[in-house]
């Protein structure tokens, strides 16, 4: 059962520090067992875990400008020198963790400084921020002020012990290579050396034994075990690939590597390609956890560049993209688990590869493909000793998730509040309908305004700046009248059209009106395109439709679906049906299937209106959860006892795997005048030996203009209590026009947890106003900045 705790981290999604990808994995690839030679263990316990680095959506694979790059999933056993450790040679001394954190990031800046790899990297800042993030998870209240300090300090102590050279570090690498054969491992190897450490074929394979390569790299000292490549994937090989496995396994067991590279060619990696057997053989020989710390290399990345369906060569960044996916997607099916994302790095071993000025080997993207590697080898070294030290052991595990999800009551009790049916037979909210009926004043006042001259442009650039002013204000008036007219009008055809139904009586005129409203062909907004859109695609061209037909369907795009160029991989469907005047039903839900996975979700609602004006509602919701579904039936009463008071309790049963969930709720809703409505519920949701308590107060003011002007600040207090835990939350919504070209919505919510977050949204037509925003948000950046110099000169 999920805990109230969870129920708020997931109330403020964008502050969501702990939704990270997976942080560890134990597996049995990783022992604690005797750290290799070269490297110091100083009582360190070794892990088997590692620290995903958080992998923000808008770093592509090794595609960038410069060297930023997305980061990995890590898992090492640990080397934990710690300078104090190192001299007073107390090994075993057990220190506080987030000393020994702290030390750990400015080792980690002391190499960058070494390498001569730039600390403003994205990947750097990504390393240092999960770093934060363990600690912060992991630190007591009270040391939460020390981590926030000492986090801005390790730079300027990083820089003054590489200047002064002490304390020494002691700092190695140990890598695997794994492979096929030909895919270039061994030159790869001799690449990073400068040197001929290994033997290279390249007609037949050129490894036949495992064996370790050591050199020294800026300083630091390298193993690599270099292996026999594996045989093309086919039944013939698999014993073959089985028994080089078996013995690279056991040649590992004693010094595991830190981290491990999987080689592929960038070149060969077109539609055929499928290595799924081969990577499941390495699942299941190493353990799923292998991959953790793997960083995927692609070698022969300067080969050219294939045709794309333009008969032009793809670009470069796409290609990468696209090959790189393919060889994740099928990692991804190997471990069972979509949540993996490996790091990349591209690599050229061809000796006329380009070079900088410097004798650098470079990509055509202009990258060094040498630094990235240390850079991409450090951090993953580094994170996978932070995971270690932080004992974030066992906290997740590759592969299908067995444990079944528990839903989170509070969760459950606050969408039950949160729901409100309204089902009207024409599928228009009956709040604007009532507030249309109320809305008796400004009547005809459209039809009495003076006639206006609409100006052509020639005429309205020659008017003065208050000129121009007041005529546009004057359209803005208009204009809203105009749409009010409308919006009564189409409500008051809409009455007619009931009440002569319900007199059983109607006439011709009236149903050709409503055949013809019926079958006015309405288009739908624009569907999105896949990314790889073609305009030759007759799937990508199509627009949609309404026309009388009571069903809409639509297929819902993907873009990271099984099908790549398609990316159509779901539908969505809406109907809503008038049985008689007073049973409405209506059923929207969306479903998608790929060769793994479906998904549904949909709703289903009935409602029954009797004449007094009570509303009764009953509907079903199906819900998919991982393998599982939720389903949930709802039932709702709503009486309307005065006009402006309406009273609505409702019950739900809400079943998942085999437990139930039964929640009630009760509702009043007042309004005073137009423009000011009160809503006040509470409600309860008991599960299998528990029960979650909640209600709230909403007000909401709506602007002069509504409905058809969206303008409407609301402010919402919530109480929640669950296993003897309280919650107090504010909730401030509003949505405005500022001035004809800007509208500002803001969302803000604190809770008596001190977390809450603040969202302001703008949008404008204005050049000036965006301009105005642009110089705003770098205002705010400056200051921030400020503030972050002064705290870390305090
Ligand atoms: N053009 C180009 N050729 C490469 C690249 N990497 C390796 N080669 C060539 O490919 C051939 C095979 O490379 P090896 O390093 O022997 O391959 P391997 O993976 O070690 O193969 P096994 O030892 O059999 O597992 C050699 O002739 C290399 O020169 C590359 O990035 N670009
Ligand atoms: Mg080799």
């Not at 009270?142 to 570090?169: F, I, W």
Request: neutral net charge; hydrophobic residues 35%.
């Amino acid at each position: 059962m999920g805990s109230l705790k969870d129920w708020i981290s997931s109330q403020l999604v964008s502050m969501s520090l702990v939704s990270s990808r997976p942080l560890s994995g134990s597996d049995s690839f990783f022992r604690e067992e005797p750290s290799h030679e070269g490297f110091v263990d100083q009582g360190a316990a070794h892990s088997n875990t590692s620290l995903t680095p958080p992998i923000l959506p808008d770093t592509s694979p090794s595609v960038g400008s410069d060297q930023e790059n997305q980061s990995n999933p890590s898992r090492q056993h640990v080397v934990v020198e710690n300078s104090d450790q190192s001299r007073n040679g107390s090994g075993k001394k057990k220190m506080d963790p987030l000393v020994r954190i702290e030390d750990l990031k400015v080792k980690f800046l002391r190499l960058l400084l070494r390498l001569g790899l730039s600390q403003n990297n994205l990947l750097v800042a990504k390393v240092l921020y999960r770093i934060h993030l363990a600690t912060l998870i992991r630190a007591e209240e009270s040391d939460l002020k020390r981590v926030n300090l000492r986090s801005d300090r390790a730079r300027a102590v990083a820089a003054e012990q590489e200047a002064s050279g002490l304390p020494e570090m002691d700092f190695s690498l140990r890598i695997l290579v794994l492979g096929k054969t030909g895919v270039g491992k061994s030159a790869t190897i001799n690449s990073i050396f400068d040197q001929t450490k290994t033997v290279t074929n390249a007609f037949r394979p050129g490894t036949d034994h495992i064996r370790e390569v050591v050199g020294t790299i800026n300083g630091i000292r390298v193993t690599i075990i270099d292996t026999p490549g594996f045989l093309p994937s086919s039944t013939g090989n698999f014993r073959r690939n089985k028994k080089i496995m078996l013995s690279v396994k056991r040649f590992i067991r004693k010094c595991p590597p830190d981290i491990v590279l999987f080689f592929e060619r960038l070149d060969l990696i077109n539609a055929s390609y499928n290595d799924s057997s081969l990577l499941k053989l390495i699942t299941e020989v190493f353990g799923p956890a292998i991959w953790f710390n793997t960083i995927l290399v692609m070698t022969h990345s300067s080969s050219a560049l294939p045709e794309g369906p333009d008969g032009y060569p793809v670009s470069y960044e796409s290609y990468v993209r696209k090959s790189t996916d393919m060889v994740q997607h099928y990692i991804h099916q190997a471990v069972s688990d979509s949540r993996l994302e490996n790091p990349v790095l591209l690599v050229e071993n061809h000796p006329q590869c380009k070079k900088n000025i410097i004798g650098e080997k470079i990509l055509p993207n202009g990258q060094v493909w040498k630094s990235q590697f240390l850079l991409l080898c450090l951090c993953t070294k580094v994170l996978g000793d932070v995971n270690t030290l932080m004992k974030f052991e066992d906290s997740i595990q590759l592969g299908p998730s067995s444990a079944s999800h528990m839903p989170s009551l509070p969760h459950l009790l606050s969408s039950l509040l949160r729901h409100r049916s309204v089902v009207s037979p024409s599928g228009v909210d009956i709040e604007v309908d009532e507030s249309l009926l109320s809305d008796t004043e400004g009547e005809d006042e459209y039809d009495q305004l003076p006639p206006i001259r609409i100006l052509t442009k020639s005429q309205f650039e020659r008017l003065t700046k208050s000129q121009k002013k007041d005529y546009l204000d004057e359209l803005d008036y208009r204009e809203t009248l105009y749409l009010k007219k409308q919006l009564k009008e189409e409500y008051r055809r809409r009455m007619e059209i009931k009440l002569s139904k319900e007199e059983n009586c109607a006439s011709n005129d009236n149903s050709d009106r409503q055949q013809a409203s019926q079958e006015e062909a309405v288009l739908l907004p624009d569907m999105e395109v896949p990314p790889s859109f073609g305009s030759d695609c007759t799937a990508h061209r199509y627009r949609c439709l309404v026309t009388g037909d009571q069903w809409i369907m639509r297929p819902v795009l993907d873009p990271h679906g099984w099908d790549n160029d398609v990316c159509f991989d779901g539908i969505s469907l809406e109907t809503a049906l008038q049985i008689n005047s007073n049973i409405f039903t209506s059923v929207t839900g969306q479903m998608s299937k790929d060769k793994q996975d479906f998904s549904i979700q949909s709703e289903c609602a009935a409602a029954y209106s009797d004449p007094s004006g009570t509303t009764y509602t009953v509907g079903l919701d199906v819900q998919s959860a991982g393998k599982d579904t939720i389903y949930t039936f709802h039932s709702n009463t709503k009486l309307r006892k005065l006009w402006r008071n309406t009273a609505d309790c409702g019950v739900s049963l809400t079943s998942f795997g085999n437990k139930c969930y039964i929640g009630a709720k009760l509702e009043d809703t007042i309004s005073v005048g137009k423009r000011l409505k009160f809503v006040m519920n509470a409600g309860q949701m008991v599960g299998p030996e528990q029960v979650a308590y909640g209600g709230g107060v909403e007000a909401t003011l709506r602007g002069r203009d509504y409905p058809v002007s969206n303008d409407n600040v609301s402010l919402t207090m919530t109480l929640l209590s669950f296993n003897k835990e309280m919650v107090l939350g504010g909730n401030l919504q509003s949505e405005s026009r500022l001035g004809r070209n800007l509208r500002v919505s803001v969302n803000a919510n604190l809770n008596s947890r001190k977390m809450g977050k603040i969202c302001i949204k703008t949008s404008s037509t204005d050049h000036l106003q965006f301009s105005m925003v642009a110089a705003f948000t770098i205002f705010w950046a400056l200051l921030r900045k400020k503030d972050v110099k002064s705290t870390s000169h305090e």
